[in-house]
Structure formats: structure tokens, C-alpha cells
Nanobody
Framework: QTQLVESGGGLVQAGGSLRLSCVASGRTFSIYAMGWFRQAPGKEREFVAAINWSGASTRYAGSVKGRFIISRGNAKNTLYLQMNSLIPEDTAVYYC????????????????WGQGTQVTVSS
């Protein structure tokens, strides 16, 4: 099993920045990729960004490309999401996810999930 814990959410004004963090523990040796998803009130959970374990490959949703940056820490079990130029539509609960397979990474199907951290962007 892999456990994920997110942190870094909060309230920010439109145009501001936040950085989310996620720490993985447990069977981290089997992780192929990690990613961020978000769920706004009344909406389905959606993919935000992902990175493979080596860091050589990243993917972004069109709505965040150019504003958000996903990265992994020197301690390879740590994942970050730098969110810049935030807009009210970015308001959501953000979830960290991890996946053991390449196909999961390529199809946005993840096995392990964190509890989520709230991000609220005020206008």
C-alpha cells in the first residue's frame, strides 16, 4: 500500500500563487507516476497534472497549462504543484494520486489517493 498526504491548500486572491505538497509513504518503490486531480463543488473530479517517477515526462490539463508546474522533490517521494495566476475557477479540493502502472499514467487512472486539500481563490 502507498499512503499520500497533501498540504499547502488555503485561501488566495485571484492572480496569486500557492504551492501544494504531497508526501508518499509505504510501497513507494513501486510507483510509476504521481499526479494531481481536483474536484469543484457539484462537478466531477478532473485531471490537473502528472509526472512520471523519473521526472522525464509531465502532462497537464489544458486549463492549467502555462500556469501550474508539477515537480518532484529531491526526496523522490515528495510531489509539488506550483499554482500561479490563480483564478476563481481553480477553486476545488485538490487530490494527490499515485499509480504503479504506465497505462494508468497515460489514461489518468490512479490507484492511490490522498485525502485532499482545499484551495479557494477569491475574486
Amino acid at each position: 500500500q502507498t499512503q499520500l498526504v497533501e498540504s499547502g491548500g488555503g485561501l488566495v486572491q485571484a492572480g496569486g500563487s500557492l504551492r501544494l505538497s504531497c508526501v508518499a509513504s509505504g510501497r513507494t518503490f513501486s510507483i510509476y507516476a504521481m499526479g494531481w486531480f481536483r474536484q469543484a463543488p457539484g462537478k466531477e473530479r478532473e485531471f490537473v497534472a502528472a509526472i512520471n517517477w523519473s521526472g522525464a515526462s509531465t502532462r497537464y490539463a489544458g486549463s492549467v497549462k502555462g500556469r501550474f508546474i508539477i515537480s518532484r522533490g529531491n526526496a523522490k517521494n515528495t510531489l509539488y504543484l506550483q499554482m500561479n495566476s490563480l483564478i476563481p475557477e481553480d477553486t476545488a479540493v485538490y487530490y494527490c494520486a499515485a499509480e504503479d502502472s504506465r497505462i494508468g499514467y497515460e489514461t489518468d487512472r490512479y490507484t492511490y489517493w490522498g485525502q485532499g486539500t482545499q484551495v479557494t481563490v477569491s475574486s
